[in-house]
């Protein structure tokens, strides 16, 4: 990824789905964001999402990937009860980081959503040039 020119780079996915009262016309909806970003250029940490407070910073440094390298990255979160996301720890080229976080999730009230949404996000900086990332495997 196009390091030099990147703020950021942020992995997740959002689960939506039914958590209580379901099927009885007073559905309760919530959204289970699980995302991580490397912040390159502002925190210099790791950073998970709270549906409250937005990106929380971890005590993980993050640092710059090798440009046209390949970095192999493993996230495991959990969903520990209806309102929240565990993020347990990160793999990064075999080292596991832990982080044992536990963040709030968002509720959607009676928004009637099931949905599994993958995503990534290269956040670039004012710097009027090229930006890259791959993705292989999902």
Known sequence: MGVSNSQA???????SMCTSNCGTG???YTR??????C???????WRVWDANAGWV???RNCVA??????VHFTFHFA?????HVTYTDFVIKGT???LNMTQAAESLGTTATHEFIPWVDLDGDTTTAGYSVWVDQW
């Open 9 to 15: 780079v942020v992995f997740g996915f959002d689960q």
């Open 26 to 28: 007073s559905d309760q």
């Open 32 to 37: 289970f964001r699980y995302a991580m970003q």
């Open 39 to 45: 912040d390159f250029k502002g925190s210099g940490v």
């Open 57 to 59: 910073a971890t005590n």
């Open 65 to 70: 990937f090798t440009p046209l390298a390949f």
């Open 79 to 83: 969903r520990p009860d209806s309102n």
């Open 96 to 98: 596991t980081y832990p």
